[in-house]
């Protein structure tokens, strides 16, 4: 569409195409559009000479539009967390997700056989027990599931834990035997492992994350040799993100790279060690924009986004101008800020704040609006918003 959704429709729209910047209502969501393609480039650019795919992580933006731009740059398809993720890319025109994560219950279970009807879907399992019952909704949702190859399959990927103590089994012989049941299964396609390293992206040196990713690589690797022993062929490798992709491309043993954030970045991505990772510098494209609503010359200012603009779970949004002033307080709908000997802020004045963490800060609205220069050109709905079942 063309303007931000008004609820309800007699409200007028926050953004419309071609609207100046400064015009635009806030709290809003913008994308700068330079930065935003530059960093699209930048990834394609710094995996072209490794062997691996690229699958970026579609809970970042949560918007098919963007999922579909990263694609037309030569990604294979996208990631996402949840079902109705899933749903809604595959409604918005991708033809091939990976859901990489855990996906328990009937009802879930019973969305994922039916989506598997309609787009190349992947998943993972860390649990025989969801291995029975995917292959059992595989045959519910198509009869012919039963024949194998002439059949809709459903690729599975076993994820081992690698370090993040999260979701997966333990590489190594429980990767492997959950692997040969899936291979088992008529209607599942055993895809390979997915070994992400979650607690690696934002370990602040580079030496830190290096290290976290060689031992990552190594059990990924140890398990895939012992399931060619067992004579299971292992076609993926997947993991990575946007604080380590360079490691997994370089380790030779992953395939495909699932980083997400890094078509926006964020504040806390900005405080990781950069210099010496090899990985090139994305530039922050996203931002909430908000207005000063109140003042205390000479101490603070008030703006209008708060936490339920700007997510706080990463640490506080930062000010994108050099200033000494300092985003240094939140709440719902206030964010203060010190100014530290700055000059008080305009009343009215609008200020571009870097969010602490970029996906949930996504997930709290309905629309990027957004720019070049000082002019809207496009407004994106985030049709994934509020996809957490
Ligand atoms: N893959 C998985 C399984 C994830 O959970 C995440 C993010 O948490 C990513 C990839 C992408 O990470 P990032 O957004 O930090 O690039
Ligand atoms: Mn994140």
Not at 99 to 125: D, F, M, P, T, W
Not at 296 to 317: E, H, M, Q
Not at 343 to 357: C, E, S
Request: proline share 5%; charged share 20%.
């Amino acid at each position: 569409g063309d303007g931000i959704r008004a609820r309800p429709a007699m409200r007028p729209p926050a953004a419309v195409v071609g609207m100046r910047l400064a015009e635009v209502d806030t709290p809003a969501l913008l994308i700068d559009l330079d930065a935003f393609e530059t960093n699209l480039r930048l990834m394609q650019q710094a995996i072209a000479g490794y062997n691996v795919q690229l699958r970026p992580h579609a809970k970042t933006h949560k918007c098919p539009t963007i999922a579909l731009a990263q694609i037309a740059l030569g990604a294979v398809g996208v990631c996402c967390q949840k079902v109705s993720e899933a749903e809604a890319l595959v409604d918005g025109g991708v033809g091939d997700v990976l859901i990489s994560n855990e996906v328990v219950g009937a009802a879930k279970v019973a969305r994922v056989a039916a989506l598997a009807q309609r787009a190349r879907i992947s998943i993972c399992v860390d649990d025989p027990e969801q291995v029975v019952v995917l292959a059992a909704a595989m045959a519910q949702a198509d009869p012919q599931s039963g024949l194998g190859d002439q059949a809709t399959t459903l690729d599975v990927l076993v994820e081992i834990d690698v370090g993040a103590k999260r979701c997966g089994v333990a590489p190594g012989e429980p990767a492997v035997r959950l692997a040969q049941l899936v291979s088992q299964q008529p209607q599942l396609r055993f895809a390979g492992l997915q070994a992400y390293q979650g607690s690696a992206q934002h370990r602040r040196t580079v030496d830190e994350r290096r290290a976290a990713i060689a031992a990552a690589a190594e059990l990924a690797g140890h398990t895939r040799d012992l399931l060619q022993a067992a004579g299971i062929e292992c076609p993926k490798i997947t993991g990575g993100g946007t604080g380590t992709f360079l490691l997994e491309a370089d380790s030779g043993i992953y395939n495909e790279l699932q980083a997400g954030s890094y078509v926006f970045m964020d504040a806390d991505y900005a405080a990781n060690e950069w210099a010496g990772s090899g990985q090139p510098a994305f530039q922050q494209s996203l931002f909430v924009w908000t207005t000063v609503m109140s003042r205390t010359p000479g101490v603070r200012a008030v703006v209008d986004a708060g936490l339920k603009s700007s997510s706080v779970d990463s640490g506080l949004p930062t000010l994108a101008d050099e200033t000494p002033a300092k985003y240094v307080n939140v709440s719902d709908e206030h964010g203060v800020i010190a100014l530290n000997g700055a000059p008080d802020y305009a009343l009215g004045q609008k200020l571009k704040l870097i969010p602490g963490h970029c996906d949930p800060t996504v997930n709290m609205h309905d629309s990027f609006v957004c720019y070049r220069g000082d002019r809207v050109e496009a407004i994106w709905p985030i049709t994934a918003r509020g996809c957490a079942w």
